[in-house]
């Protein structure tokens, strides 16, 4: 009897399939074959039960139990090659069919195909005894404000560093952009921000999946090879349920604080007691369930779990506070003159003056305002502390422990003070620098590694570290395996950070020995950490130093493109930046690709925070002379095209900056097209701004290539002719 309602239920699922739309079969399949094989493609009917065959699969194989088939059911699914032969970008019974017999005379289907597609060889299938667990543990905006890292001797914080004693300590490691909203993408996709586009929060306009729109996600990766996902709470920047077998979201929405108690200036100027118990805190809330899925869970787990705090606003229950006595609150290290060796645009930077106003840390100080977030910081380190213990005992009493391994990490860091700097965003060590802790079976106990390492480096180093195969997209960073093996092994491998603030492009390039920031308007600042681990003292200017800038400055994610003869340059390989002034923040600048565009790619920029937004594109004009300026794009509204030489003045970046107009564009139809702009005479060499200034509130444009063309004696000649005409 049970032999012929299987046989039933298999016919069944054989010729009553939902039919799937080719782009995404497409997109499944090939994502399926690069992770192992693991995603179905056909969407069969699935068993409903103990007694029932594996869909698609010809071996025999049942479950004894409803609980065993859903332990399974994420990592037994079969991959099937598939052909449209109607061309309908869908897959029917009769194609199902063509695919089944494809099968049987190609008994190599699967490396077959992989080889068509240009994939590499398939790995062999891990059981599950041989896939590890991993705890995947993040905490948000924790500088290195530990007992582990030692940023802030007052820090209280036994867990991570109970942590560290099991593991390797990463203790020279940098986030790739200094924001919650890149720098986890970047994490969880395995893709730069610079090469996504996705560099500060201001992308959020958009949701992160438009900039890695076929991104297999980290945990998306696992879950296709036999791991089941939990994510809980923040892990990506919003997003998260759909990248994981299943997601609990933070619960609690906004906490309830004391009355009279605490500071609100901003959203990053807050702090407050709350009025609930440790216990009915979201984070707490959200370890708890971290826990019950460590002891439920019996498969492969890959459990990714964020704590929020210290992110703001700072509210915990007093207890946190009554571990930091406000009388005796020791502020960080700083100096009145620390930013006197510093171009313009970095002062700029320190003060985020487009997020907080100008005077901002004097008036902290005046008010004593300084001490108490200090404080209030602190007491969120402890609290978010306190959860990493929690969590910790729950992994070491649980079988997950027995061979699975443990990373943490914080997104990026965080100022409070320093350089007379708040918040994050900044291009400082104190902004960049993040905690990253990896322990496991075979890795080494309570050692350091201060190479420079980023946290671009997660995704290749779980891919390596699981002995798994690599997603089909091409993910950045290294494998720190080796420097698990042996944290103190050769690695000369300089990390960079990307990001934007105030209007002002940046690059951080760190390695062994030296943090380097530049600017795309060319300014640098260089630091030793051996002699200055607080970057007090810039050794840019200093001539001997012109081989170091030069060697880490290989390393830079934009270069100035060379302008051809006939002038054109690629939108996308010339350094850009968009405004970002007080109470006009929300610009932000991405590639996209584009068909029947140059390179079949542009550069969009969203100017939404009101008229006089503007994205500004840097070229470096060797030659002195007249040019005409020119351009292939599309824009959505007015706009007018300023230029001006970069000059080492703050106010540049701010919209009503006088510039040279050079002319107007005003919106068409059909998308994009060439346009002459106008003319423009340089007098000296160097780095130029070409300015596009929105004339309406909020316009989107397309940028595809810029033309500088410069007039030859006999076209100069005739070009000033024309303008005494005139």
Known sequence: MNRQRNKRMNNKRTNSFAPIPLPEALRLFVLCLAAGGCLPLVRAEEPKGPGTKKAGVSRKATWSSQEEWNRDKPTVAWVFPFIDKNSDGKIDADEYQAIQEYKKKHRDWQAQTRKELGLTALPKRSSDTERPSVLFLNIDDWNDWNEVLQGHSQAITPNIKRLAERGVVFSNAICSSPTCFPSRSAIFTGIHPARSGNIVNDNAIHPWRFYAPDAVTLPKHLSAQGWKSVGIAKNFHNGDRSEFDEYISKKGGRLKQVQGRGINLNPSGRWGVAAVPTEQMPDYIAVSHGIEKLNTVNAPLFLSLGIYRPHVPWVVPQEYFDLYP??????????????????????????????????????????????????????????????????????????????????????????????????????????????????????????????????????????????????????DGNSLVPLLKKPNADWDKPVVMSSEVDGIRYDVVLDNDYRMTRLITGETELYKHADDPHEFNNLAPASEYAPVIARLAKHLTFLYPEIPADGWIEAEATPRQTSSDYKLRGNCHFPQPLPGASGDRVICADLHAGKGSYIDFVMDVQTPGTYSLGATLSVGGSCTVLIDDVVDVSAQADTGYPMKKVGKIEPGSGGLKDVSIGTVTFDQPGLKLIRVMSNVSKQSLQVDRMQLYKFNGAEQRKHLKEKRLK
């Not at 990490?409 to 007379?420: A, M, Q, T």
């Not at 079976?441 to 390596?464: F, H, M, N, R, W």
């Open 326 to 475: 406000l009388d005796e609150i020791q502020f960080p290290e700083r100096r009145a003159d620390d930013l006197d060796d510093l171009p313009e645009r970095f002062k700029l930077l320190a003060h985020l003056e487009a997020k907080f106003g100008p005077g901002y840390n004097d008036m902290l100080a005046e008010k004593g305002y300084d001490k108490q977030f200090v404080r209030a910081y602190l007491a969120c380190v402890t609290f978010a502390d306190e959860q990493v213990g929690r969590i910790l005992d729950a992994w070491e009493a649980s079988e997950h422990s027995k061979n699975g391994y443990i990373v943490l990490w914080s997104d990026h860091g965080y100022h409070l003070g320093e350089k007379e700097a708040w918040s994050k965003m900044k291009p400082w060590y104190d902004s960049a620098h993040s905690n990253l802790i990896i322990a496991g079976p075979g890795i080494p106990t309570g050692e350091v590694c201060d190479k420079a390492v980023s946290l671009q480096d997660l995704y290749p180093t779980l891919v390596d570290l699981l002995k798994i195969s690599s997603p089909a997209q091409k993910i």
